[in-house]
Nanobody, 123 residues
Framework: QVQLAESGGGLVQPGGSLKLSCVVS????????MGWFRQAPGKEREFVGA????????SPSGSMSGRFTISRSVAKNTLDLQMNSLLPEDTAVYSC????????????????WGQGTQVTVSA
């Protein structure tokens, strides 16, 4: 059974940075497309970005473009999300997830989920 565990969330001031990590156990990270999602209070879950099993990346877009970077370590079986220039609107619970489905921007098609880590951006 694949299990995912996020870490690295916390409270950060606007303009600050955080790096989230997701450790994969019970499976090999390069057999899955790994995605990051976030959900702010009162809002629907939002796709952040993903790395396909092949290593190709669907980078964060929109307001996250140029500020968020996704990477993985096959050796460590980890997925990372580097977040820079954080804004109050980035406040959310961030979750990593794994799938073998091709519909990688849609959370319904992910099979495995971590418990999520809270990111709060506030002065």
């Amino acid at each position: 059974q694949v299990q995912l565990a996020e870490s690295g969330g916390g409270l950060v001031q606007p303009g600050g940075s955080l790096k989230l990590s997701c450790v994969v156990s019970g499976g090999t990270i390069n057999r899955y497309t790994m995605g990051w999602f976030r959900q702010a209070p009162g809002k629907e879950r939002e796709f952040v970005g993903a790395i396909r099993w092949s290593g190709s990346t669907m980078s964060p877009s929109g307001s996250m473009s140029g500020r968020f970077t996704i990477s993985r370590s096959v050796a460590k079986n980890t997925l990372d999300l580097q977040m820079n220039s954080l804004l109050p609107e980035d406040t959310a619970v961030y979750s990593c997830a794994a799938t073998t489905n091709v519909r990688i921007t849609e959370s319904d098609f992910y099979y495995y989920w971590g418990q999520g880590t809270q990111v709060t951006v506030s002065a």
